[in-house]
């Protein structure tokens, strides 16, 4: 029976030609008895040869580009993982490409991966929070100032004057927190003064005062008539920096905010090392063309 010739023979009888065998020499080495049977398996042996070439070069071309998709919505992605503060709004909708699942198969560091679960974690519980808690401003400054909807074109009064206030109380909260007394009270001659009244007075928290007087007489007394609105406004800005103080959610939001911000920076810095050592080079996923020629053929 004759013996079968395989494509991996053929490609080995081809070499052997190519390197000076003779014809008698591979049909004793590769058991072909006829001339004409040997002849054809070169010729096929060529033709395989260019056609694996051809797909070479394709294969080639192909990963090139796949490597380049994958660099780029790493890159994406590395630019994503910022949350806007001080609402927390956060982009995530890199998530819903396909090319997305690719990511953890060309970059197998496991850190990176776990702190970008806790990143959107913190950042989605952080951003929850932030609205839960303008919510609730924005119902007590509409109660005590009947503020509602739109004034001349500007944007919601009472949205702004909330997310100042809650700006006010998260830097409160964060810069000057007593561990020992966690009440808005300090004493001073058998008197208790509120801090944060004495604080907002002074001015010492500056970070929220462009939001706090966005609205000064310049737009308002065209608005509610006079100066007197204004200082109702200021006056109730105040009110609402204590109604957050005195909730709890308000330490919750400056602890995420610190912990969002460390993950940020780790994972910055693991994307850029993880982009400047070129790791995700030598990894596959599902997507890569090279995965088609893993059964040996090339």
């Known amino acids: 029976m004759p013996k079968t010739i395989t494509k991996q023979m053929r490609r080995k009888m081809l070499t052997a030609h190519e390197q000076g065998a003779s014809y008698p020499e591979l049909k004793q080495l590769f058991g072909i008895t006829d ?17 694996r070439e051809v797909r070479i070069r394709i294969i080639t071309d192909s990963q090139k580009m796949h490597l380049e998709e994958i660099c780029s919505i790493a890159v994406k992605l ?3 993982i910022r949350l806007e503060f001080p609402a927390g709004r956060f982009d995530l909708s890199l998530e819903n490409e396909e090319l997305f699942t690719a990511l953890p198969n060309h970059f197998p560091n496991d850190s990176i991966w776990k702190n970008y679960d806790r990143w959107k974690v913190s950042a989605t519980k952080y951003h929850m929070i932030w609205e839960e808690l303008v919510t609730k401003g924005v119902n007590e400054a509409k109660k005590a100032l009947g503020i509602n909807g739109y004034v001349e074109g500007t944007e919601g009064i009472a949205n702004y004057f909330v997310s100042s206030a809650l700006c006010y109380s998260m830097d409160l909260r964060d810069q000057f927190i007593n561990p020992k007394k966690k009440d808005l009270t300090r004493e001073e001659d058998a008197e208790k003064i509120p801090a944060v009244e004495s604080l907002y007075e002074e001015r010492k928290i500056q970070s929220s005062v462009p939001l706090a007087l966005e609205f000064l007489p310049h737009k308002q007394d065209i608005a509610w008539g006079t100066v007197n609105s204004v200082l109702l406004y200021i006056n109730e800005h105040y009110v609402l920096i204590k109604v957050f103080w005195h909730d709890p959610r308000v330490i919750e939001l400056v602890n995420l905010k610190k912990k969002i911000i460390e993950l940020e920076i780790q994972l ?7 982009l400047l050592k070129r790791s995700y080079i030598s990894c596959t996923c599902d997507f890569c063309p090279v995965k088609a020629f893993h059964d040996g053929d090339v």
């Open 78 to 80: 590395q630019e994503r």
């Open 35 to 51: 001339s004409r049977t040997l002849q054809r398996h070169l010729i096929k042996a060529e033709s395989e040869r260019e056609a």
């Open 268 to 274: 910055n810095r693991e994307f850029h090392l993880a």
